[in-house]
């Protein structure tokens, strides 16, 4: 008797098959490198297939009490994942001839290999949702998640959450304020999440193919075996506000978080050559906090009249990370020194520190002449001290500036010339190294969001919105390798502004193949990632349904979407939209840009 309780079962099963064929040719005429390379007339030819069947289970239960100021909902579900993929593929070289471009051609064969893979997760999920007149409400929930990413012992992992809302408004002390102040509700949460590695098959001794011996194919282990990898587990409190003004034609989201991480799952950590392996899969090394807040401000019709309205819609959000505790091995094994070597920034994770930080040199410009001359060749590459005075000898001669002059880490020095890139000598000792690395800023924004209105018009409606990200850095990777003049890779135009003879004035240094430290990581290749982007326009219409009666039918709309309009930007590359890499720093290598695509539709209801 649905009078006196409400129960309901129901289940989902869905398929996720993908069958995958990829085939690619790298001809030699869009490369310089030579015949012996393994990219001339490179062909690949791959096939892949997966199947993913995932099923949900939701029972509910919703009793009714004789006091209508109570209200109780009772959930659980049940969810699997099964899932299996094989993947084969191919890849030759140095192919006789563009026209002969399959991987089975006569040519080098660089590579062949096979994959095959399974993995299988379940969720169970316990659910109570409670509420006193309707203003006092209360949620429980308890999740057990498993996954055979995990070892024995390992595999499951109990995740709880609760949150609290009181709704002020509805309180007879506040209800004077119901002209102005329509919403006012408070609610603080707490949760813990749980997030596996991105790999199966951890928790064995895995093995693979090295070389042969006699006419029988090589063995050799390819990990160290982790039983005891543990979930990496975030535990959340978040505290926020509902305010709504004017029967919610202004309505203001508050919310203020912390986080903290635990149990941090670090990839590809360096060990010691002696024990066998150069690295760990994974790890469980550290702990990290996340603290942010975000605002999201929506007004409803703004301005109105009979048969036109906007609405406006605007989000802002910070969000900073700060590592708390990690291993002395990750911090070593992530903390190496400078390698000395060209377009390498230095990378450092510190406790008390964001992931995100770029280090790297100050980059002051080029040396417009190879000798220095008092007064008339001042900017030469010589050394000074704190006070901006040539640095001379006891023969009176000035101090050459030199990079690495103690040799450190393997590395040959190189004395500076006119031409070369002048980086700044932080300590003042006439030597370019590790002691004048600086920070140069972080990966993460300021602040992000979007914003955008919605105009209607009777059956018409139009909606705009803008993404937007300020105070981040990007190190344009694609740039650095497009003007460094190092190889016979093609190069931009900004190298027809390089440095040629004494005495020009110029930010792009001299040409020098192969030689040189004219693209160190500095802040040259190191720029302001902000943007504002036209993310998307959607025109709406809906077939008025007196228009359709005649016709039976239920509903008719069409729209038309238009997708990343423009961007602006100050950013040199081809999108400052870039994702995080290694360490959280936004490295661009060029990746292609998001395609401007429109799409139209139609929908009708019978």
Same mark, same amino acid.
């Given at each position: 008797?649905?009078?006196?309780?409400?129960?309901?079962?129901?289940?989902?099963?869905?398929?996720?098959?993908?069958?995958?064929?990829?085939?690619?040719?790298?001809?030699?005429?869009?490369?310089?490198?030579?015949?012996?390379?393994?990219?001339?007339?490179?062909?690949?030819?791959?096939?892949?297939?997966?199947?993913?069947?995932?099923?949900?289970?939701?029972?509910?239960?919703?009793?009714?009490?004789?006091?209508?100021?109570?209200?109780?909902?009772?959930?659980?579900?049940?969810?699997?994942?099964?899932?299996?993929?094989?993947?084969?593929?191919?890849?030759?070289?140095?192919?006789?001839?563009?026209?002969?471009?399959?991987?089975?051609?006569?040519?080098?064969?660089?590579?062949?290999?096979?994959?095959?893979?399974?993995?299988?997760?379940?969720?169970?999920?316990a659910r109570a949702h409670y509420s006193y007149k309707s203003r006092y409400v209360i949620s429980a929930t308890l999740r057990r998640d498993g996954s055979t990413k995990f070892g024995a012992g390992m595999k499951y992992g109990n995740f709880p959450g609760i949150s609290l809302k009181w709704i002020a408004t509805d309180e007879p002390f506040l209800q004077s304020t119901k002209s102005w102040l329509s919403m006012l509700a408070f609610r603080p949460g707490y949760g813990l999440a749980g997030n596996p590695p991105s790999f199966e098959y951890l928790h064995y001794?895995?093995?693979?193919?090295?070389?042969?011996?006699?006419?029988?194919?090589?063995?050799?282990?390819?990990?160290?075996?982790?039983?005891?990898?543990?979930?990496?587990?975030?535990?959340?409190?978040?505290?926020?506000?509902?305010?709504?003004?004017?029967?919610?034609?202004?309505?203001?989201?508050?919310?203020?978080?912390?986080?903290?991480?635990?149990?941090?799952?670090?990839?590809?950590?360096?060990?010691?050559?002696?024990?066998?392996?150069?690295?760990?899969?994974?790890?469980?090394?550290?702990?990290?906090?996340?603290?942010?807040?975000?605002?999201?401000?929506?007004?409803?019709?703004?301005?109105?009249?009979?048969?036109?309205?906007?609405?406006?819609?605007?989000?802002?959000?910070?969000?900073?990370?700060?590592?708390?505790?990690?291993?002395?091995?990750?911090?070593?094994?992530?903390?190496?020194?400078?390698?000395?070597?060209?377009?390498?920034?230095?990378?450092?994770?510190?406790?008390?520190?964001?992931?995100?930080?770029?280090?790297?040199?100050?980059?002051?410009?080029?040396?417009?002449?190879?000798?220095?001359?008092?007064?008339?060749?001042?900017?030469?590459?010589?050394?000074?001290?704190?006070?901006?005075?040539?640095?001379?000898?006891?023969?009176?001669?000035?101090?050459?500036?030199?990079?690495?002059?103690?040799?450190?880490?393997?590395?040959?020095?190189?004395?500076?010339?006119?031409?070369?890139?002048?980086?700044?000598?932080?300590?003042?000792?006439?030597? %370019?190294?590790?002691?004048?690395?600086?920070?140069?800023?972080?990966?993460?924004?300021?602040?992000?969001?979007?914003?955008?209105?919605?105009?209607?018009?009777?059956?018409?409606?139009?909606?705009?919105?803008?993404?937007?990200?300020?105070?981040?850095?990007?190190?344009?990777?694609?740039?650095?390798?497009?003007?460094?003049?190092?190889?016979?890779?093609?190069?931009?135009?900004?190298?027809?502004?390089?440095?040629?003879?004494?005495?020009?004035?110029?930010?792009?240094?001299?040409?020098?193949?192969?030689?040189?430290?004219?693209?160190?990581?500095?802040?040259?290749?190191?720029?302001?990632?902000?943007?504002?982007?036209?993310?998307?326009?959607?025109?709406?219409?809906?077939?008025?349904?007196?228009?359709?009666?005649?016709?039976? %039918?239920?509903?008719?709309?069409?729209?038309?979407?238009?997708?990343?309009?423009?961007?602006?930007?100050?950013?040199?590359?081809?999108?400052?939209?870039?994702?995080?890499?290694?360490?959280?720093?936004?490295?661009?290598?060029?990746?292609?840009?998001?395609?401007?695509?429109?799409?139209?539709?139609?929908?009708?209801?019978?």
């Open positions: 008797d649905t009078s006196e309780q409400t129960l309901r079962y129901s289940m989902y099963v869905s398929f996720d098959i993908n069958n995958d064929k990829t085939t690619k040719f790298l001809p030699s005429d869009v490369l310089t490198d030579s015949w012996q390379s393994h990219h001339f007339n490179r062909s690949e030819s791959g096939d892949n297939e997966a199947t993913t069947i995932q099923t949900d289970n939701n029972i509910s239960w919703i009793p009714k009490f004789e006091n209508k100021d109570h209200n109780l909902l009772l959930y659980g579900s049940f969810q699997t994942t099964d899932g299996r993929s094989t993947y084969q593929g191919i890849v030759s070289s140095g192919l006789p001839s563009a026209d002969a471009d399959e991987p089975s051609s006569q040519g080098f064969l660089w590579a062949n290999y096979t994959n095959r893979s399974q993995w299988r997760s379940l969720g169970m999920m001794s895995r093995y693979g193919d090295f070389g042969s011996y006699i006419d029988m194919t090589a063995q050799r282990p390819l990990s160290i075996r982790l039983d005891n990898l543990r979930w990496e587990t975030t535990s959340s409190f978040n505290y926020g506000a509902d305010i709504g003004f004017f029967q919610d034609k202004l309505v203001l989201d508050l919310n203020f978080y912390h986080k903290q991480t635990k149990d941090l799952l670090f990839p590809k950590v360096g060990i010691p050559n002696s024990s066998g392996f150069s690295e760990l899969s994974y790890q469980n090394a550290g702990i990290m906090n996340n603290d942010g807040w975000e605002v999201n401000l929506y007004g409803n019709k703004l301005y109105s009249t009979k048969n036109f309205s906007i609405d406006f819609r605007f989000n802002i959000s910070n969000s900073v990370n700060t590592i708390v505790d990690l291993k002395e091995s990750i911090l070593n094994s992530y903390n190496g020194d400078y390698d000395y070597e060209n377009g390498s920034y230095l990378t450092r994770i510190q406790e008390g520190n964001s992931f995100g930080s770029i280090y790297g040199f100050k980059y002051l410009g080029v040396y417009k002449y190879d000798k220095y001359k008092a007064g008339t060749q001042e900017d030469a590459p010589v050394a000074r001290n704190k006070n901006d005075k040539v640095i001379f000898d006891e023969n009176g001669e000035p101090l050459p500036m030199y990079f690495n002059f103690g040799e450190k880490n393997g590395g040959l020095p190189y004395e500076f010339r006119g031409g070369d890139a002048k980086y700044q000598d932080v300590n003042h000792d006439g030597n %370019i190294d590790e002691l004048d690395i600086v920070y140069l800023g972080n990966s993460n924004p300021l602040f992000n969001g979007g914003f955008g209105p919605t105009l209607r018009y009777k059956s018409f409606s139009c909606t705009a919105f803008f993404n937007y990200r300020v105070g981040n850095k990007i190190v344009n990777a694609a740039r650095m390798v497009s003007e460094n003049m190092y190889s016979t890779n093609n190069q931009s135009i900004a190298t027809n502004w390089r440095w040629r003879k004494d005495g020009d004035d110029t930010v792009i240094p001299r040409a020098l193949y192969e030689y040189g430290k004219n693209w160190l990581g500095s802040d040259r290749f190191v720029e302001d990632g902000s943007f504002v982007r036209f993310k998307y326009l959607t025109f709406n219409y809906s077939v008025p349904k007196e228009k359709l009666k005649m016709f039976k %039918i239920d509903k008719v709309n069409l729209y038309l979407t238009f997708n990343n309009l423009f961007v602006i930007t100050r950013y040199t590359g081809v999108d400052p939209e870039v994702n995080y890499g290694s360490l959280g720093v936004s490295k661009d290598w060029g990746q292609t840009p998001r395609s401007k695509d429109m799409t139209f539709g139609l929908t009708v209801g019978l």
